[in-house]
Nanobody, 124 residues
Framework: QVQLVESGGGLVQAGGSLRLSCAVS????????MAWFRQAPGKEREFVAT????????SYTDSVKGRFTISRDNAANTVWLQMDRLKPEDTAVYYC?????????????????WGQGTQVTVSS
C-alpha cells in the first residue's frame, strides 16, 4: 500500500494554470502506475490522466489532451498534474490514485490507493 496526499488546488480564472502535486509514501519502491481522477458536483468520478512507473508512457482523457501534463519523479516520490488553459468545466475535486503493476487502466475501481482530493475551481 502507498499513501497519497494531494496539494496545489485553488481558484483560478479561465485560461490560467495550476500544478497539482501528489506526495507518495509507504511502499514507494514498488512498481505502480499513477493516475489523476476528478469528480465535479453531481457527476461521476472521471479519469483524467495516467503514467507508468518509469514515466515513459502517459495517456489522457480527450477533454484535457494538449492542456494537461502528468509527470512523476520517483526519487522525490511525487506525481504532478500540470493544468494549463483551464476551463470552467475543469472545476472538480482532483484525486491522485495508485495501482500496482504496469497495466493501463482508466477505471477507478482498479486503483488500490487514493488521496483525499484537492479542489480546483475555474471561474469564467
Amino acid at each position: 500500500q502507498v499513501q497519497l496526499v494531494e496539494s496545489g488546488g485553488g481558484l483560478v480564472q479561465a485560461g490560467g494554470s495550476l500544478r497539482l502535486s501528489c506526495a507518495v509514501s509507504g511502499r514507494t519502491s514498488s512498481n505502480y502506475r499513477m493516475a489523476w481522477f476528478r469528480q465535479a458536483p453531481g457527476k461521476e468520478r472521471e479519469f483524467v490522466a495516467t503514467i507508468t512507473w518509469s514515466g515513459g508512457s502517459t495517456s489522457y482523457t480527450d477533454s484535457v489532451k494538449g492542456r494537461f501534463t502528468i509527470s512523476r519523479d520517483n526519487a522525490a516520490n511525487t506525481v504532478w498534474l500540470q493544468m494549463d488553459r483551464l476551463k470552467p468545466e475543469d472545476t472538480a475535486v482532483y484525486y491522485c490514485a495508485a495501482r500496482y503493476g504496469s497495466r493501463w487502466s482508466a477505471q477507478g475501481s482498479e486503483y488500490d490507493s487514493w488521496g483525499q482530493g484537492t479542489q480546483v475551481t475555474v471561474s469564467s
